[in-house]
């Protein structure tokens, strides 16, 4: 909620807010037991750090299947 909170604040600013979820990340926090590495995590906060002036904000952002299994990054549901 804070996410939205700011963004809508911040709307007509060119400071975009969002959120972003890189998935179950292998790390040393976790014993290295997630399933995507901490390169791809990072895509998705590379990402958003590089949005267009005219990118999404206050959204959930982070990396998802797709139904036919394709992986993909985009919006995800709150």
Do not use: E, I
Not at 19 to 36: E, I, K, Q, V, W
Not at 41 to 50: E, F, I, K, N, R
């Amino acid at each position: 909620m804070v996410t939205v909170m700011y963004a809508k604040q911040l709307r007509d600013t060119p400071v975009k807010v969002n959120a972003a979820n890189p998935d179950y990340c292998a790390t040393d926090l976790n014993a290295r037991s997630g399933f995507r590495t901490a390169d791809q995590g990072a895509q998705v906060s590379l990402h958003l750090a590089t949005l267009p002036d005219d990118g999404p904000g206050g959204v959930l952002w982070g990396h998802r299947t797709d139904p036919d299994g394709a992986q993909t990054y985009g919006v995800l549901p709150w």
